[in-house]
């Protein structure tokens, strides 16, 4: 019997278009070896998919409902593939069409493509996941079950909230005006990311070493969080490429939030997410000054339990109407965020996949209309990957804006000291 999409992974299906593909992708750079083969890759995972039943699963619909159905046939020569590229830019340029190539709706929602080798001997995978079929943390369960290697450590919990911990309605709707207050009474100024978008992406990336990340906020007053650290990071790096280009106007972002349960099936729950917004703080030209007033901001916030409160009134808005999609609207405006942010926990301990350790894990998501860069990150069990994704038509020069990031690192890292 078919299964029908939870209502926030159909929206997902839904805002798919010409211009906007519905996956993510993680990127996994492979330290020198000898050359991973197709075939066996292949195999390899055709004999762990069943431990992710979507990865089998085609979205058909069933009398004007869109519902999992099992797939009459599953491809691996399709869904297995490999693609040529002899160094980094290259590399870079591969990912960024897969960004741009939507998957077969035909097929089961997923791709990974084996890349190289580099001139150096290293190799990646890229592997694409429709937002419908998982969200990042569930994401990171696919990678586990299908793509490393077995290895003892556990996974992040898929579930990062006691299912006996949730608040009461009434108490949900007894913050309510506190909540509006702080995430969408505070609107920015026109974004410079506020652009119409056509198909194309162009990616770029920046390790932050996660142990130091870790350090820098630990040795703040209030101890920020490594998510605290990585806002900073892209805030700082916002301000130099604006103040390059003469400005710095207030800008918010959008930061994901999980509420995911524990216990909740990893392969099978799908989008359990919420978002607060942030001020990224650009008028403070110090950057440690910046990561505490970003860091009190997110404290403010778990506080407040803005992001399940956010979910409650968009479910309940969900079901008025035309007053639901004007909230949405409202919500989605880039003066009320400029840019999304995301950050999920990676594999813990070092990885590998066919023999090969797992160096480097980057992730990349959908930039979208009026939204023209998209920032999201992943840790692995030695660095935090961040990626940028953008329209290169609306947003040039993408590795200039990776570089400032890097340089906002920096400056995190010597003024702790």
Known sequence: MNEPLSAADARILALESDVVRGHALKLLV???GDALDLDALRASVAERLPAFPRGRQVVVDDRGVPSWADADDLDLAHHVRQRAAADPIELREVVGRLMSEPLDRSRPLWSIDLIGPLADGREALAVRLHH????????????????????????????VRDPEARPTRWSEWERMPQTLARELGHPGSRSPFDRPITARRALAFV????????????????HATVNDVLLAVIGGALRRRLLHHGHTP?????????LHERGEDAAASGNRDSFIDLDLHLHEPDDLRRLDLLSAQT??????????????LFHA????????VFARGLADDPREFALAISNVPGPRVAVAVAGRRVAHVYTSSEPGPRHALRVAAISNDQWLGVGFCVDPLAVPDVELLADAAHDAWEALRAGSA
Request: proline share 8%.
């Open 30 to 32: 492979l330290d020198p």
């Open 132 to 159: 419908a079929v998982a969200d990042g943390l569930t994401a990171v369960r696919f990678l586990e079950s299908i793509v490393f290697e077995p290895h003892d450590a556990p996974a992040h919990d898929v579930g």
């Open 207 to 222: 390790d932050v070493p996660l142990a130091e990340a870790r350090a820098v906020g630990a040795s703040r007053a209030d």
């Open 250 to 258: 207030r800008l918010n972002a959008q930061v994901p939030v999980s």
């Open 299 to 312: 404290r403010e916030r778990k506080r407040g339990h803005d992001a399940r409160s956010l979910d409650e």
């Open 317 to 324: 808005l969900a079901a008025a109407g035309p007053v639901g």
